[in-house]
């Protein structure tokens, strides 16, 4: 352990490299310093030194991190949340708290929680930040390197990835899937009970995209079969595709809440699925280590404690 090459290198050094990382910005991360521009460039620049390592470099009109820099990440994003506990020992009192939080999830699941979230955090942290971004722009790694505090999103049990980067999953609500159509497609007339398997694979389907999940379980199930959906378009989350299926026959299968809920479902059909598609549920997703913030602790329980509201639970 060479400890005078570890006396170079301060929190501060590490607080900016850890929001350099975030933001791949110069300006933006002084701001979320409350620093000057230049006092950031000189902290990498010492940073540099020490590391050997020129850690963001210039593409056109963007920073990028280099390897190392991007390795780094989670271990700094971690000795940064044990300093803070160390700081913070004392009882979290959300009136007087000034962070940030960033969470990510789809523009869908956005309708079913965010609304009710954000008024109850606001109510009773009323000078917090909370930063919600798309979960199609950042995903899990996202969670690892502290760039999000948390993700909610809809999946299925086969979905869950590989949580060897101390990903931790924990189900919210449990859902059910349901087959959208417009109410003029040559299927709509049909019943629950007269809608078969043979009549969902005969049209072309919406699908929706995600990087960061597994084959769902029902494509896999199909699969063993033989047979596979005609997916026709692929798109980032539900309100599109629900858009899309007001205005053609393809078919859309989607959560029951939210084809229950959202504006975009209206007047579409919706059929129970005519196969066995496994476990549906919304989930809040963080990385494990996080959870030693008081904060982040007192927002986990706002999440859930919304999730149990009961007009949530219901699904509008």
């Not at 999830?105 to 000078?127: C, D, G, H, Y």
């Not at 199909?222 to 539900?238: G, M, T």
Request: proline share 5%; with cysteine; aromatic share 8%.
């Amino acid at each position: 352990m060479d400890l005078i090459k570890l006396s170079h290198i301060s929190m501060k050094h590490l607080i900016t490299l850890h929001i350099m990382l975030d933001t791949l910005s110069v300006t933006a991360s002084a701001e979320r310093l409350c620093v000057s521009p230049s006092s950031v460039s000189k902290i990498l620049s010492q940073l540099r030194d020490s590391l050997n390592d020129e850690l963001f470099y210039r593409h056109g009109n963007k920073l990028v991190a280099t390897p190392l820099a991007r390795r780094l990440g989670p271990s700094v994003h971690q000795i940064i949340n044990d300093m803070n506990q160390i700081i913070t020992q004392e009882a979290f009192e959300p009136s007087r708290y000034t962070g940030r939080f960033s969470l990510a999830m789809r523009e869908s699941t956005f309708e079913l929680f965010a609304t009710k979230l954000i008024a109850q955090v606001l109510a009773q942290a009323p000078n917090i930040r909370l930063d919600i971004c798309s979960k199609d722009s950042i995903g899990f790694e996202g969670l690892v390197k502290g760039r999000l505090d948390f993700i909610i999103l809809p999946h299925d049990g086969s979905q869950q990835p590989d949580t060897h980067n101390k990903l931790v999953w924990e189900t919210l609500i449990e859902d059910h899937m349901v087959c959208l159509m417009n109410p003029a497609h040559p299927l709509a007339a049909k019943t629950d009970a007269q809608f078969n398997l043979d009549d969902y694979l005969s049209h072309g389907h919406i699908a929706i995209t995600d990087s960061d999940l597994n084959i769902p379980f029902f494509e896999m199930q199909l699969a063993q079969q033989n047979r596979k959906r005609n997916v026709v378009v692929s798109v980032p989350d539900f309100g599109g595709a629900a858009v899309m299926c007001q205005h053609s026959d393809l078919l859309f299968t989607c959560s029951q809440r939210w084809a229950k809920s959202a504006f975009q479902a209206k007047g579409l059909v919706a059929k129970a699925l005519p196969f066995n598609y496994g476990n549906i549920a919304y989930s809040l997703v963080w990385h494990q280590p996080s959870m030693n913030d008081p904060a982040h602790r007192w927002l986990y329980q706002q999440i859930l404690k919304c999730c149990c509201d009961p007009t949530v639970q219901g699904g509008g």
